[in-house]
């Protein structure tokens, strides 16, 4: 998916969220130092080296031009693939990902981890040696200072929940509305509560996690940005929080440009900041003393990076960013799918994802990785129960009357599995996607434990819609059926997105040939309006994306399925189907073995099929372009942009 759709539905994640719970990775009473067996466990797959290199222009910098500029340069702050993109490049984590493997964890800046059985407690071991960019040593304090500032400061909107939910229950949203509530409104004695959830013994060189459950995919999650270590003592100097709890308040939840880490950096990573212009560029500078001298994984760099200067420029205009990347300006480019076209006969090789890449053109320039796995899925969404207490028009007149549908038109199971009969995945794939996507199989994607390709799904059956709705036990006031009656309603998804607006007029096609009264109206509205309505409950059908905050099944079902998640929370499903999801989810959850969650989210699809819960439109795959000179990219779903570490150019 591009990156400014990825940086938007992070957004979307945020303003739409109602309450999400964080799970964590790893295998309880083990000592750690790689792959987690309670992790998801679909391997990545290694893209094939290139065939050939040509001579890199100007060898010394790499050059990424893209669309989006970061918001902030503070990890705890951030939550935007733009701001990812640099942070990821000069702070570290404690545990990092195996090169591709979205699933798989290597040491970073800790050697090792402990965890107890009960899996609540995590200890890890911190790497000695490692400095940061001003030259100081990191300690354990400095590791556990960077998880209680971010803790602390928590902004609205921020990435923060998914350390809070874990250390303080699955019911917490926000630090100031739980924690510091939980501790009688005493914002001191909530910040002493952090410091007990996440202690050191810097003569130890350890840092321990005291978890409120255990969870799944915890590491996983300390794989973001969101837990990148900061130095303690230089926050302080830059007029940061000094770690005094007594002082603590007045540092949380600032704006992005009041808060001290906006606009400067001291990580530990392969890359320093040089310069940061919004809106324009960020340039980067190799950090010569960094520290990794034995690779995170066989065969993985060390030392210096090999390009000495990265540039990642701002350029939203695409005939201005194609023009760079033909002329050889730009080594890595971001092109929307709708201009695709234009750049392919520029190819020398062709890379298809888990194959062999093929020579397009001898005397082309660029590489292209094609049908790359992504974290994201976009979902048709049917609202039980129509919120009308203020009034709404989405719904006609209210009544089955052939005029609009009643609030609770989607109770009706019949409804939804007719309404899935009715859209055409092949059609939707092949207009919009250009058959590069896969049709859903319920709320887990491809790639994430759980999934399972050959497990039942809906496909485009116009008989089938048919026998469903005249099988409906709706009626008129007047004792009419659906078939008879017909009906109307809107449709609604967000202006400009014209996906989800062809998945509407799929739908209404086909609606209107099953039977003349079936109407529906597709209306765009502005995203926030859109997103508005979505959380109030007022619409009764709409299409929203989900893009993954880590790479475990739980933030894909809590999300779409669980009472107190982004979407699952407003789509009022029936008591009893809310009662068995929201007990399966924290099972699920809750389990450190890889069997159990695996069989745990098979009952969650299957219920989400049998009743028809949403309609599970796709996955899309996604496209990689790059300069043929370049050497070492790896498709790894989860980053939040390029990894400049591993790349080199030319020959």
């Not at 030259?135 to 998914?162: K, N």
């Not at 929307?336 to 392919?344: G, K, L, M, P, S």
């Not at 370049?630 to 790894?636: A, C, P, S």
Request: with cysteine; proline share 4%.
């Amino acid at each position: 998916m591009s990156r400014s759709i990825r940086k938007v539905m992070r957004v979307v994640t945020m303003l739409v969220i109602s309450s999400m719970v964080l799970a964590a990775c790893g295998e309880a009473g083990t000592t750690q130092t790689g792959n987690t067996p309670g992790a998801a466990n679909t391997p990545g797959a290694a893209n094939t080296p290139a065939i050939s290199t040509i001579p890199a222009k100007n060898p010394d910098t790499f050059v990424r031009s893209t669309i989006g500029s970061p918001e902030t340069l503070d990890p705890a702050w951030a939550y935007d693939t733009g701001s990812g993109e640099v942070i990821f490049n000069i702070y570290e984590t404690l545990v990092f990902m195996k090169r591709e493997q979205a699933n798989e964890f290597v040491p970073m800046l800790a050697e090792k981890w402990d965890i107890t059985n009960d899996g609540k407690t995590y200890t890890f071991t911190i790497r000695k040696g490692v400095k940061f960019h001003n030259g100081q040593e990191m300690t354990p304090e400095d590791v556990a200072y960077s998880f209680w500032r971010g803790l602390i400061q928590d902004r609205a909107g921020g990435p923060q929940w998914m350390l809070l939910q874990p250390f303080f229950g699955l019911e917490v949203q926000t630090f100031k509305d739980n924690v510091v509530k939980d501790n009688g409104g005493n914002f001191a004695a909530a910040c002493e509560a952090v410091k007990k959830a996440v202690t050191f013994d810097n003569s130890a060189g350890t840092v321990t996690m005291n978890l409120k459950q255990a969870f799944g995919p915890f590491l996983q999650v300390l794989t973001g940005t969101w837990a990148a270590v900061v130095n303690k003592a230089w926050v302080a100097e830059v007029k940061g929080w000094d770690g005094d709890c007594a002082n603590a308040e007045k540092f949380t939840d600032p704006t992005a440009e009041t808060d001290e880490l906006f606009k400067q950096t001291n990580g530990t990573g392969p890359y320093k900041l040089d310069r940061w212009t919004p809106g324009e560029e960020v340039a980067l500078v190799r950090n010569d003393d960094y520290w990794v001298k034995t690779p995170l994984w066989e065969g993985g760099p060390t030392g210096p990076a090999r390009v000495k200067n990265v540039l990642i420029k701002d350029i939203e205009e695409w005939g201005t960013r194609f023009a760079s990347f033909q002329a050889g300006d730009a080594d890595i480019t971001h092109v929307d799918r709708q201009y695709t076209t234009q750049v392919d006969p520029l190819l020398r090789e062709t890379c298809e994802f888990g194959k062999d890449c093929a020579v397009t053109k001898a005397d082309g320039t660029l590489r292209v990785f094609k049908n790359l796995p992504t974290v994201s899925s976009v979902a048709t969404m049917f609202n039980q129960k129509v919120n009308t207490s203020g009034g709404t028009s989405r719904i006609g007149s209210g009544q089955l009357d052939g005029k609009g549908i009643p609030p609770d038109f989607f109770s009706d199971i019949h409804i939804r599995k007719a309404f899935n009969y009715a859209f055409d995945w092949k059609v939707f794939i092949d207009q919009i996607y250009k058959n590069e996507a896969e049709q859903l199989v319920g709320p887990i994607i491809n790639g994430v434990l759980g999934y399972n390709g050959s497990q039942a799904k809906y496909s485009f059956d116009m008989e089938k819609a048919t026998e469903e709705f005249k099988a409906s036990t709706i009626k008129s006031t007047d004792g009419k059926s659906v078939w008879d009656t017909g009906f109307s309603l809107q449709y609604v998804y967000n202006a400009g997105n014209d996906q989800r607006k062809t998945a509407g007029e799929i739908l209404k096609a086909n609606l209107a040939k099953i039977n003349p009264k079936f109407q529906l109206e597709v209306v765009e509205e502005p995203f926030a309006a859109f997103l508005k309505e979505t959380q109030t409950g007022t619409l009764g059908i709409f299409t929203l994306g989900w893009q993954e905050d880590y790479h475990d099944p739980h933030n894909w079902v809590f999300a779409y399925l669980s009472s107190g998640g982004a979407y699952g929370g407003t789509l009022n499903f029936a008591e009893d189907v809310k009662t068995k999801l929201d007990k399966l989810i924290v099972d699920a959850v809750s389990s450190t073995d890889k069997d159990t969650r695996t069989k745990l989210y098979g009952e969650i699809q299957s219920i989400a099929y049998d009743n028809a819960l949403n309609i599970w439109l796709v996955q899309p795959l996604d496209r990689h372009y790059e300069q043929a000179w370049v050497q070492g990219w790896y498709h790894n779903p989860i980053y939040p942009g390029i990894y400049f570490y591993a790349l080199s150019k030319g020959q």
